[in-house]
Nanobody
Framework: QVLLVESGGGLLQAGGSLRLSCVVS????????MAWFRQAPGKEREFVAV????????YYADSVKGRFIISRDNAKNTVYLQMNGLKPEDTALYYC????????????????WGQGTQVTVSS
């Protein structure tokens, strides 16, 4: 069973930056496609970004394209989400997700999830 643990969330003002981390254990990290999702209160969980097994391909939601960068370090079993130019609408609980089957943008397709890390952006 794979275990995912996110960290790096916090409270900051609009325009600021944060880097989220998700450390994976229990299985071979490079076997997994890794993604970030987020969920704001009263809203459905939404796709943010995904990175393939090698890190050579990445995809982003339109709402974060040009501001967020997903990356991975297979030697450290870690996936990152660098968030720049944060906006109040980015406020949410951010989750990392893992799956071996491929690059996917639908939350229900992912089998493994972390517990989430809160990001709050004030205006």
């Amino acid at each position: 069973q794979v275990l995912l643990v996110e960290s790096g969330g916090g409270l900051l003002q609009a325009g600021g930056s944060l880097r989220l981390s998700c450390v994976v254990s229990g299985r071979t990290f490079s076997d997994y496609v890794m993604a970030w999702f987020r969920q704001a209160p009263g809203k459905e969980r939404e796709f943010v970004a995904v990175i393939n097994w090698s890190g050579g391909s990445t995809y982003y939601a339109d709402s974060v394209k040009g501001r967020f960068i997903i990356s991975r370090d297979n030697a450290k079993n870690t996936v990152y989400l660098q968030m720049n130019g944060l906006k109040p609408e980015d406020t949410a609980l951010y989750y990392c997700a893992a799956d071996t089957r491929g690059v996917m943008r639908i939350a229900s397709n992912y089998k493994s999830w972390g517990q989430g890390t809160q990001v709050t952006v004030s205006s």
